[in-house]
């Protein structure tokens, strides 16, 4: 299953943007870090939301839905960008705990996002991949797995407020059978640099 995942994250990482470039008046570029008319509009949110992990994980008194905190991080792609529309970014660090374990992820999510001229409004998707760090806190044992997202959100930019609300569905698997499979729904709070 991990299998399949990656060969579709790769497929969508290598083929979307050319895709999408074909239907854009800017075309595809590569480094548009090194245009001097380039910027990276960063956005720094904290980030809130739950957290449900279905049946059949590693250990089952995780099942459930939790609270989750964290910090993002989001910027136009330096390494490409197609189109007028631009590729973000969003690069976050939450943390969730439930009673005998805390849970850390770490994650780089490129989102695709069609925005007005303004970019008041932004809708967007991409793919995604991270690390989840999971500590059981009874026995001290740490494991860490790798993990494949796919994300869909929606951004508001008021000056420079930004607010936003995303749903994230994430894949992890190790060893045969240890996975940490999770669906977030996340709501955004930042500021607009």
Known sequence: MMQRIFLLLLFSLVYSPILLAETSSKGFVFFPVTDSS???KPSLSKISGA???PEG??????VGKMDLQGVELQLDCPWFQFGANPLRQQ???STYTQEGF??????INPNYIMTTDSRLIGLGFGPGFGGLRHKNKTTGE?????????SASL???LGFLHLG???RKQRSQVEGQKYWDNNRKIFKVGINF
């Open 102 to 107: 805390d849970m850390s992820s770490f994650e």
């Open 51 to 53: 957290v449900t992990i």
């Open 38 to 40: 380039f910027e990276m």
């Open 91 to 93: 690069i976050s660090y």
């Open 142 to 150: 740490t494991e860490t797995f790798m993990t494949l997202q796919f």
């Open 155 to 157: 951004s508001l930019n």
């Open 57 to 62: 994980n590693l250990d089952s008194t995780t």
């Open 165 to 167: 609300l995303e749903q």
